[in-house]
């Protein structure tokens, strides 16, 4: 089992800047990849970025690219998102999720915080 706590959310103006970060704990779990989703009120949830544990390589939906920044510290089982230029369309519950397994699905996921970008 793997636990994963989110942090960082809060209240922004247009413009402003974030960043969120989500610390995985558990026994003896491997780590293949941490991403990041948000979802929006009234909307599909929506994958935003996504870091591999071993290479750090990062990869990003189009509507953050540029953006948005993922990363991640090995030792502290953290992963982070720095968010900057925030727009109102950036308002959602942000979710961090791992992949324990080499296999496509994310296995577990947190409990969300919240970002609300006012315009």
């Known amino acids: 089992q793997v636990q994963l706590v989110e942090s960082g959310g809060g209240l922004v103006q247009t413009g402003g800047s974030l960043r969120l970060s989500c610390v995985a704990s558990?026994?003896?779990?491997?780590?293949?990849?941490m991403a990041w989703f948000r979802q929006a009120p009234g909307k599909e949830r929506e994958w935003v970025a996504a870091?591999?544990?071993?290479?750090?390589?990062?990869i990003y939906s189009d509507s953050v690219k540029g953006r948005f920044t993922i990363s991640r510290d090995n030792a502290k089982n953290t992963v982070y998102l720095q968010m900057n230029s925030l727009k109102p369309a950036d308002t959602a519950v942000y979710y961090c999720?791992?992949?324990?397994?080499?296999?496509?699905?994310?296995?577990?996921w947190g409990q969300g915080t919240e970002v609300t970008v006012s315009s």
């Open positions: 870091i591999n544990w071993n290479s750090g390589s990062t």
């Open positions: 558990g026994r003896g779990f491997s780590n293949y990849a």
């Open positions: 999720a791992i992949r324990t397994r080499d296999h496509p699905q994310y296995d577990y």
